[in-house]
C-alpha cells in the first residue's frame, strides 16, 4: 500500500473490497490464537524446569531454620539478599512475599484505605466524607492497576506517558494541587505497554517534587526491571533518590519473578523505607505467619546469586528476540509508509504498543477476534477502559509459538488496514 492519503475516494472504495476480500478468506481458515496477556510460552517455562526436578539441596535455611515449618514474616535472609543484590536495595528495606507481586500491590493500597500511614487519616474515610481520593495514572498503562483503583473506589486521572516518562510537568501540577491526590503509578523499565523507560531527571523529579498530601505515595512496579531484549538500560534508584530528597517514605517498590521463572510459583517483592516496612510488617502480623519458604529457598539454591539471575534473562532474552523481531518486521512489512499505524520499538519488557489512526482500534480488535485472532480489549490501556483516540491497542508476543505468531500478526495488519480504510471511507 501507498500513504493512505494519496488515496482517491474512489481507490479507497476499491481497496476497501480487495481488502475486505482478504479478510474473509482469512475468516474461513477457523483459527483459535490467542495474544491477549503477556504470558510466558512453554520454550520459557521450560528453562527454569531444573528448579524443580533437581527438588531441594537442603530444606534448612542459612541461619538453622527448617523451611517447612512456620515463621519468618518478611521473607528468608538469603532470598532477601539475592534479590537485594539484584536490585540494589538493602536486605532490611526488602518484605519477601508470595507468588504475585500484583497481590502485594492490592494489599498496600488496601491498607492504606483501611489504616492510612504515617499517622494521616484511612483514605476511606475521604470517601465517607463525600471526596474520593485520587490516583495518577500515566496512560496508556497496565489495566491490571486501574482495575486496583477501581475495585477500591479510587478515582483516576490519566497523565500522558512521554518517551522518558510520565509528563512530570502535569505530575508536579496535579500533585501540588490537591490533597486528595494520594499516588502515581509508575512502570519505570520497560513499560507496559510501550516500553518506556524513565530517565534520572523523572526518577529525581518524582522522589522530590511537592505534593499537597503528606502521605502521596509511588507505586513502583518495577516488572521488567531485569528484562532486557535488545539493550540494557539502567534505572535510577528510586529508593535511594526518595531518601536523599527527604521522603524516605514516598515509594513502596515492587517486583517478582513472575515472568523470569514460573508466573504461578515464583516470589515477589516490595521495598520502601523503614517506616513503611514497620508499618507493613505489623499489619501482616494479622495476615500470615510466613509466605512459602520452601519456594523462596528453591529460588536461591536454584539462581544462587543476582548473576545467575542476569544468566537466566539473557537465556529468556534469546527466546524473545525472534518473536520481538517478527512482530516489528510484519508492521514494518504490512504497515510501513501506509501512515495507518504508528508503533513502538521496545528495547525489552513483554509487549510493543501500537496505534491506529484515531477511531480504529475497538474495530481493528473486533475484527481480529471474529477472524480467530484475541487480542488484550482496546481500551485496557487506559483508566476505565476509555482512551480518548480509541487508538491504542497492546500486541503481546511471548506466548503464541513462532508459525502462529506470523499468522496472527499478517491477521492483525489487514485488520488495520481495512478498519482504518473504512473510517477514511467514513469522512
Not at 476497501?16 to 510460552?41: F, I, V
Not at 491526590?181 to 517534587?209: E, F, T
Not at 508476543?397 to 496472527?408: K, R, T, Y
Request: one cysteine or more; a negative charge; charged letters at 25%.
Amino acid at each position: 500500500m501507498k500513504e493512505i492519503t494519496a488515496y482517491s475516494r474512489e481507490e479507497l472504495t476499491a481497496l476497501e473490497a480487495k481488502l475486505a476480500s482478504e479478510y474473509d478468506a482469512w475468516k474461513e481458515k477457523g483459527l483459535a490464537l490467542n495474544m491477549a496477556r503477556g504470558k510466558p510460552a512453554a520454550a520459557q517455562l521450560d528453562l527454569s524446569n531444573e528448579m524443580l526436578s533437581n527438588g531441594l539441596a537442603s530444606y534448612k535455611t542459612e541461619d538453622g531454620l527448617d523451611a517447612r515449618n512456620y515463621g519468618v514474616l518478611d521473607g528468608i535472609p538469603e532470598c532477601k539478599r539475592l534479590f537485594g543484590e539484584l536490585l540494589g536495595i538493602p536486605t532490611d528495606q526488602i518484605i519477601i512475599g508470595g507468588n504475585s507481586s500484583l497481590n502485594m500491590m492490592y494489599d498496600m493500597m488496601a491498607r492504606l484505605c483501611l489504616f492510612g500511614t504515617q499517622g494521616e487519616k484511612p483514605w476511606k474515610a475521604w470517601e465517607f466524607e463525600g471526596k474520593p481520593v485520587k490516583f495518577l495514572c500515566p496512560s496508556p498503562g497496565y489495566d491490571r492497576h486501574f482495575t486496583i483503583c477501581e475495585a477500591l473506589g479510587i478515582e483516576m486521572i490519566p497523565v500522558k506517558l512521554l518517551e522518558d516518562g510520565p509528563d512530570m510537568d502535569e505530575v508536579e501540577r496535579l500533585a501540588a494541587s490537591d490533597e486528595r491526590i494520594k499516588g502515581i503509578w509508575c512502570v519505570p523499565l520497560h513499560s507496559n505497554p510501550q516500553g518506556v523507560c524513565y530517565s534520572d531527571q523523572v526518577v529525581d523529579r518524582l522522589a522530590s517534587m511537592k505534593t499537597a498530601a503528606a502521605d502521596f505515595r509511588i507505586f513502583w512496579d518495577n516488572a521488567y526491571g531485569v528484562h532486557h531484549i535488545y539493550e540494557e538500560v539502567a534505572l535510577k534508584d528510586i529508593l535511594q533518590a526518595c531518601k536523599e530528597a527527604g521522603n524516605e517514605n514516598r515509594v513502596y517498590y515492587f517486583f517478582s519473578t513472575s515472568k523470569i521463572t514460573f508466573p504461578g510459583a515464583g516470589i515477589a517483592l516490595m521495598a520502601s523505607g523503614a517506616g513503611n516496612i514497620a508499618e507493613v510488617k505489623k499489619a501482616m502480623n494479622a495476615q500470615t505467619i510466613g509466605h512459602d519458604k520452601l519456594n523462596q529457598l528453591r529460588h536461591v539454591q536454584y539462581f544462587k546469586n543476582a548473576e545467575g539471575v542476569r544468566k537466566h534473562m539473557k537465556d529468556l532474552a534469546a527466546e524473545l528476540r525472534p518473536k520481538f523481531d517478527m512482530v516489528l518486521s510484519k508492521l514494518e512489512e504490512h504497515l510501513g509508509g501506509t501512515g495507518l499505524m504508528t508503533w513502538s520499538s521496545p528495547k525489552g519488557g513483554y509487549f510493543v504498543s501500537v496505534d491506529t489512526i484515531p477511531g480504529c482500534a475497538k474495530e481493528t480488535v473486533r475484527l481480529a477476534k471474529e477472524a480467530g485472532v484475541t487480542l488484550t480489549g482496546a481500551g485496557a490501556t487506559y483508566p476505565y477502559g476509555k482512551d480518548p483516540q480509541d487508538s491504542n491497542i497492546r500486541i503481546a508476543p511471548s506466548f503464541p509459538v513462532p508459525e502462529e505468531l506470523a499468522q496472527a500478526m499478517d491477521l492483525f495488519c489487514l485488520c488495520v488496514k481495512l478498519a482504518g480504510v473504512r473510517k477514511l471511507l467514513e469522512k
